[in-house]
């Protein structure tokens, strides 16, 4: 097709709403603006942080980190026949290999706190453990970042 597509949300913290803080609805859109698809190049990953304002006028700072990951191709390829405009279906035994296409997988952060570096650092330690392949369960690690105490600003420890 076009390589235009719809994203979904694959994995959520916490996996239900909090009374005062909902899941921002419509959250896939957001993460690509511009639509999501398909490129036959790797991009470098991209983060930026945008606010959401919710009904109560309250401010939800959103960090998004954007990389993108290679895709199996389900399509047969398709190539011209004889110099002809029209195109055949590629037989199995054929050696044109499909070209390779990225798709874009998101990392989203949602606070109440503008907070743009720590954001920053906490999606890009995510995207590290996951790219690497590390044996640590994103669970414990997103357990561990929330629950560490950030110092006030001119306050004790």
Do not use: M
Not at 78 to 93: I, V
Not at 108 to 124: I, K, M, P, Q
């Amino acid at each position: 097709g076009s390589g235009d597509g719809q994203g979904q949300i694959l994995q959520r913290f916490p996996e239900k709403d909090w009374e005062d803080n909902p899941f921002p609805q419509g959250i896939e859109l957001f993460c690509q603006p511009s639509g999501w698809q398909l490129f036959t190049e790797r991009n470098p990953p991209t983060f930026f942080v945008a606010v959401l304002t919710d009904i109560n006028s309250e401010r939800h700072y959103c960090a998004c980190f954007t990389f993108w990951e290679a895709v199996e191709s389900a399509q047969p390829q398709s190539h011209p026949r004889n110099g002809e405009g029209q195109e055949e279906e590629e037989e199995p035994s054929s050696p044109v290999q499909p070209a390779q296409l990225f798709a874009p997988k998101s990392l989203v952060l949602v606070s109440r706190l503008d907070h743009a570096e720590v954001f920053r650092n906490s999606l890009g330690l995510i995207y590290t453990i996951y790219v690497d392949g590390l044996s640590v369960s994103l669970e414990n690690v997103i357990g561990n970042l929330l629950t560490c105490t950030i110092p006030i600003t001119g306050g004790a420890q």
